[in-house]
């Protein structure tokens, strides 16, 4: 039987996706809709401190993402800045701890500069600790860990001796625990190469809302569905 602590959603992550189909539905670009999504993580993140959640990780740019046009990708990295532009004094006075994973020295210097001056700002709240996957791939998370500790093991700072606890640390989530739920905007059936290490046991769900629909309502009803599955961990349920 999971304890009453296993059913309550400590870690959420979320693939942020449906932004261009949901502008285009509207007859508007795509512009307008990776501008709606951002103003989203907003509206989300507040309701997922209000309901309890104390990590929320969001994908927001893959290493994929590059293949996109330039126009648009252009128009991405500009996002970070609109964002904490308008919310930032937001998030530090409601104790949101801001965080980035991914390789970041990839992406435009202003970009990095926005980004790295909101984990430095927001770094002594101990509130929401709120995550964003810009250039991230899990794939290229986990290549790069294993090249740390095998640097590690040749320089004698480690021995063969590792268990996955110990690999854990050489991830950029190392300060972060493993995802209870997993959520997917859009309607799409897929992992899309995030966390896949991180989610060996999270909960999945696919929802049909884009993520500029996706409510604060629609998160309730994703956290009442995970509250109700019986999470096992590769036990066995006593009947």
Partial sequence: MST???KKCRHLAIIMDGNGRWAKAQG???????LAGADNVRTIAIAADQLGVKYLTLYAFSTENWKRSEQEVNYIMKLPGMLFG???????????????IGELDRLPKETQ????????????????????AVNYGSQREIVLAARKYAKDVLE???????EAEGFEKYLMTKDMPNV?????????????????WQIAYAELEFVPEAWPAFTPEVLDRCLAEFEGRDRRFGGVKNE
């Avoid at 500069?113 to 964003?132: F, I, P, Q």
């Avoid at 004698?156 to 590792?162: I, M, S, V, Y």
């Fill in 113 to 132: 500069k926005v980004l790295y001056d909101a984990v430095e700002r927001s770094k002594m709240n101990d509130g929401l600790h709120l995550t964003m």
């Fill in 86 to 100: 308008k919310y930032m004094q937001e998030f530090i006075d409601r104790g949101f701890q801001l965080n980035m």
């Fill in 4 to 6: 009453k602590e296993e």
């Fill in 156 to 162: 004698g700072k480690a021995d063969l001796n590792l």
């Fill in 180 to 196: 209870d739920l997993l959520i997917r905007t859009s309607g799409e059936l897929r992992i899309s190469n995030y966390l896949l």
């Fill in 28 to 34: 508007k670009p795509r512009t307008a809709g990776h």
